[in-house]
């Protein structure tokens, strides 16, 4: 019995999962949903396991089509569709292209477009797909088109369940996706001229529902050059709505007197940062004979809306100075909402904004545009390494400005200043130089290229400052077969970083027995290797390094010769390792030569060997030593000196000898004005007078500060660790702390009372610590160096050493070393309250015999001039001075200019040397 079923409208991954439930053999992800209408479904042939489906396809006014399914079942449904877009007008595809329409219009137009799906194996189902090709099982999408009046038919599968051969009867076809079973992208190769402009390829594509098609083309008006690279147009599958979009812009602009070259590309989705929408990256590259310029930019915004961007530009052009340091080119940059990693010491060579400018093979925007990848981390850098160094961030910023230069044309390089803030904040300086000689010649022939690498980084937050530089590979001496290496870095760690406090400096690296901390800087040794010939060569090493806790220098060289199985050699080495706290030294030297014959035995490989040497070992104090002698197979040791300085080695201190190893007692604790002070001066602690020009003719002088209540901030800072921290005699205000025990480690101490106390005095002849409830007492904590303040050391048999066998810079974290204290505000006195404006525009004080009336005659009975006695006449005025102060006001009195009582001003006498910040001028 025949049956039928009709819908109004519905999607195609819809209908066929309604058909044929899960017993279907096809992938549904690669299925494009299109939009069906007047669906009927013809089942008359259920019996035999048949199915039919006619539906229609309608987009709009402009576009339709038709759609046809076929199915048969055997052990499974196996089904063939069609679905045939027709516009009911040909789409002038070429016109509607953005930039280069107007030179297409009526070049490259739609006929019609079709979309065949089979399950994996539909083989003796027939359908009719109009003009469609032949196709082979899986999802297929196609296109009529005509190209410059020449019809060309393009197919795009989408999904292949089969490899088959493709069709040769219409355009060549080149397969470009990497996925095996699902190509997505395919290329035709045009190379069709239509006026100025050559279209290259036309790429076909799906993906995500969306099916596109886009062209590269160039377009050369003179002069002018423009290329066009993934200019595409597109539309859903559910809704025919074309799309059209560029991916790149390229420009050029060619004369004899001026070059100018640019891009801007559209980074591909798979590239950008998860949270970004979109970003174009650009470079423009001028050259004129005077002058070149090199531009990077690129411009992003985040799916939140947020814009952020970076410049950056080289400019090479001859600015001039003296013969020592001749300007050769800027550069300089800015990031908005940009992330900048800054490289290490030994990657400068390599960072792309340094390397923007060097020797690159290429042309100029090639080298560019490969800059702005690798900045990126779109593609990797020139040690193979993937790095993203700059990546849109909110909230981050950047400057760089930079210079090149040359010094007597044998020295080039150039310097960067960069600083960073925003969610953190750094300063860091880039150099790179080199040093060629002689000039002009091929680089073969020159005798001398040395390339060094510079950085210095300043994270004032952090608390991190280091300075270091780095020999390149491509160093060389005399010969590019005399390798020259070596690294150099100085490193302090201060303020609220865990390692405050350490600091390191090292040129080649460190003592081999040395224990380097994990945030010491990795450096190679200062060395050389020369190949001399085939037979012969000749290399060395030497170091030094400085830390908190030790010094060690040292150096090697080796001398090889060897042809075929003989080989000689003259070695010679020496290490030397100096410990601070407390004092002792160790020294090694070997010298060594020798000589080996190789011997192929018939069942056997044998090498002879024979040498003569001498090592020598030297301690203290006191002096002691060793000499180890080896001639062949005889080793003859010789002791001599003291042996004291093993044993020293177990010896603890007592604390006399321990306190030598400390600062002197007046650097032992410090008072350090942190915020508020105004002036500091002198005072002589003899005559009790203070020195206004801070100039003391005696060492019997205190500090006198001048600070600004309310703001005013000190720290105490001691060397000695404190147990506890406590104010005054008593824990009456609450400002004591309670630590752990220390530890001191010469003294064989595990468990150690130290305490450290402040007292502030009203006066110096006062005894009584002020109250200080109402200031803010906060403890310091440092990190101080093991060497002195670490716990006890045991050998393997458990028995006190001074210093481990491999000497460390290791610190003890996080230990009380004073108070931070913040005076209170200060407490307002009594007011008059609020005094109206007007009442202080004019002056009320009586002008009858007022010295201040303009009118009264000028006296020279009162002269003021230059004084250092002012103050202790002020502190006389209520005793030997209080005639003078009587006569004055009985004429401020009788004037009525002071009508108050006779007061003896002994408060002002008493602090006259507190109320001054110098000395006031007195009467002649």
């Given amino acids: 019995m025949a049956k039928s079923a009709k819908a109004s409208e519905t999607y195609l991954v819809k209908l066929i999962s309604d058909l044929f439930k899960d017993d ?33 396809i309608k987009f709009d006014d402009r576009y339709s089509g038709k759609f046809l399914l076929v199915g048969k079942k055997s052990t499974t449904w196996q089904f063939v569709a069609y679905a045939g877009f027709n516009p009911k007008k040909p789409l002038d595809i070429g016109s509607q292209i953005p930039l280069v329409g107007g030179e297409l219009e009526g070049d490259l137009i739609l006929k019609d477009a079709y979309l065949i799906i089979t399950t994996k194996e539909p083989d003796d189902i027939t359908i009719d797909t109009g003009n469609a090709p032949t196709f082979d099982p899986g999802i297929s999408f196609g296109y009529d088109i005509s190209l410059v009046e020449e019809d060309q038919q393009i197919t795009l599968p989408v999904l292949k369940y089969k490899k088959k051969a493709e069709a040769e009867n219409f355009a060549t076809i080149m397969e470009e996706s990497d996925e095996e079973d699902k190509p997505s992208i395919y290329t035709i190769s045009i190379q069709k001229q239509i006026g100025p402009i050559l279209i290259d390829s036309i790429s076909l594509s799906y993906s995500e529902q969306v099916i596109s098609c886009s062209l590269d083309a160039s377009m050369t008006i003179g002069p002018l050059s423009i290329s066009l690279n993934g200019l595409s147009f597109g539309t859903s599958v559910k809704v025919f709505k074309p799309k059209f979009n560029l991916d790149g812009l390229g420009i050029g602009y060619t004369t004899t007197a001026l070059t100018i070259e640019g891009a801007v590309i559209r980074v591909p989705e798979a590239d950008l940062e998860k949270d970004i929408l979109i970003q174009f990256d650009g470079e423009l590259i001028i050259q ?146 080199w040093l060629s000689f002689p000039l002009g010649v091929d680089m073969s022939k020159r005798f001398i290229f040395i390339e060094l690498q510079i950085e210095a980084v300043l994270k004032p937050i952090d608390g991190y400052f280091s300075a270091s530089t780095s020999l390149t590979d491509n160093s060389f001496l005399l010969t590019q077969d005399s390798h020259l290496t070596g690294d150099c870095s100085f490193n302090l760690w201060f303020s609220n970083n865990k390692n405050a406090g350490q600091f390191v400096f090292t040129a080649g690296g460190y003592h081999p027995a040395f224990k380097i901390p994990s945030h010491y800087p990795k450096v190679a040794r200062l060395g050389f290797n020369w190949k001399i010939s085939t037979d012969v060569s000749i290399k060395g090493n030497s170091y030094f390094a400085i830390t908190p806790s030790c010094c060690m220098a040292g150096n090697a060289m080796e001398l090889v010769f060897q042809h075929g199985s003989i080989k000689a050699w003259f070695t010679t080495e020496a290490n030397f390792l100096v410990t601070w706290h407390p004092f002792s030294f160790l020294a090694a030297l070997h010298i060594e030569v020798g000589v080996s014959k190789s011997f192929d035995l018939l069942l056997c490989h044998k090498t002879v060997s024979v040498s003569a040497g001498a090592t020598l070992n030297l301690w203290g104090p006191p002096l002691g030593g060793k000499v180890v002698i080896h001639v062949a197979f005889v080793t003859i040791p010789i002791y001599f000196g003291s042996s004291e300085a093993l044993d020293k080695n177990k010896t603890k201190l007592d604390w006399k000898s321990f306190s030598e190893l400390l600062p002197k007692p007046t650097d032992t604790c410090k008072i350090i004005a942190k915020r508020g002070l105004i002036k500091e001066l002198l005072k002589d602690k003899r005559t009790k007078k203070i020195l206004y020009t801070n100039q003391s003719t005696s060492d019997q002088t205190t500090k006198i500060w001048i600070v600004r209540p309310g703001s005013f901030q000190f720290s105490t800072q001691s060397v000695i660790p404190a147990s506890r921290l406590t104010y005054g005699t008593t824990n009456d205000y609450g400002k ?165 009582k006779n007061d003896p001003m002994t408060g002002m006498a008493s602090n006259a040397n507190n109320l001054f910040t110098d000395s006031p001028m007195e009467q002649s």
């Fill in 24 to 56: 279907v053999d096809i992938d549904y992800a690669a299925l494009p949903n299109i939009l069906l209408s007047n669906v009927i479904i013809h089942d008359k042939h259920l019996k035999n396991n048949q199915i039919k489906v006619d539906a229609t």
């Fill in 288 to 433: 004129t004979a005077k002058f070149g310029m090199a531009a990077l930019a690129s411009y992003a915004q985040a799916k939140s809306g947020l814009p952020s961007f970076f410049a950056f530009v080289n400019v090479n052009i001859p600015l001039g100075g003296p013969p020592f340091f001749i300007v050769t080119g800027l550069m300089g940059g800015m990031g908005f909402n940009r992330n900048l990693v800054m490289p290490s010491f030994k990657q400068v060579q390599d960072f792309p904004l340094m390397a923007i400018s060097r020797p690159q093979t290429g042309s100029a925007k090639e080298h560019a545009m490969e800059t702005l990848q690798i900045l990126e981390g779109q593609k990797a850098g020139a040690d193979g390494e993937k790095v993203k160094w700059i990546t849109p961030k909110a909230g981050d910023y950047w400057l760089a400005t930079g210079l090149k230069f040359s010094s007597f044309e044998i020295i080039e390089g150039k310097l960067l200043l960069v600083a960073e803030f925003g969610h953190d904040l750094q300063f860091a300086v880039l150099g790179l130089a």
């Fill in 736 to 900: 004591n702390v309670i630590g752990q025990d220390i530890t001191i480690r010469p003294m064989n101490l595990s468990k150690a009372t130290s305490i450290h106390n402040i007292k502030i005095n009203r006066s110096a002849g006062s005894s009584t610590p002020i109250d200080v409830k109402a200031w803010i007492f906060s403890p310091n904590y440092d990190n101080l160096a093991a060497t002195l303040w670490g716990p006890p050391l045991k050998d393997k048999d458990g028995n006190f050493v001074q210093s481990p066998l491999k000497p460390s810079a290791d610190t003890i974290d996080h230990q009380l070393t004073g108070y931070t204290v913040q005076v209170p505000p200060p407490t307002p006195g009594s007011t008059f309250g609020i005094i109206p404006i007007a009442r202080v525009f004019k002056e009320y004080i009586s002008q009858s015999k007022n010295p201040l009336n303009i009118k009264m005659p000028i006296s020279s009975e009162y002269w003021p001039a230059d004084s250092n006695t002012t103050i202790t006449n002020i502190g006389k005025i209520g005793t030997t001075l209080s005639k003078n102060r009587n006569a004055l006001f009985e004429v401020l009195n009788a004037n009525s200019i002071y009508t108050g």
